[in-house]
């Protein structure tokens, strides 16, 4: 059974940055495209970023382009997001998700979820 535990998350000023990391354990995470992906209260859940499982392709939501870095250690099974120049409509619960083929930016498609973190971002 595959489990992805998030950490890193808090709370942060805007402007500000936060890292996420992921680690998962069970299955074989090197093999597996994982993603970022995040929900705000009354919203539904949206995309944020994607990786292969190589880690030589990744792919970002428009709204935070520029600002966020999906990365993946696959001797550490851990899969991070980099998160700079914090807005407060990045305000959400950050969700770490895998899939077992190939990598994707629909939630419904993941095979695996974390239990989610929240970050919280002030103006």
């Known amino acids: 059974q595959v489990q992805l535990v998030e950490s890193g998350g808090g709370w942060v000023q805007a402007g500000g940055s936060l890292r996420l990391s992921c680690a998962a354990s069970?299955?074989?995470?090197?093999?597996?495209?994982m993603g970022w992906f995040r929900q705000a209260p009354g919203k539904e859940r949206e995309f944020v970023a994607t990786?292969?499982?190589?880690?030589?392709?990744?792919y970002y939501a428009d709204s935070v382009k520029g600002r966020f870095t999906i990365s993946r250690d696959n001797a550490k099974t851990t899969v991070y997001l980099q998160m700079n120049s914090l807005k407060p409509e990045d305000t959400a619960v950050y969700y770490c998700?895998?899939?077992?083929?190939?990598?994707?930016?629909?939630?419904?498609?993941?095979?695996?979820w974390g239990q989610g973190i929240q970050v919280t971002v002030s103006s």
């Open positions: 998700a895998g899939r077992q083929v190939g990598f994707t930016t629909t939630a419904a498609l993941c095979d695996y």
């Open positions: 990786i292969s499982w190589s880690g030589l392709s990744t």
């Open positions: 069970g299955g074989t995470f090197s093999s597996y495209g």
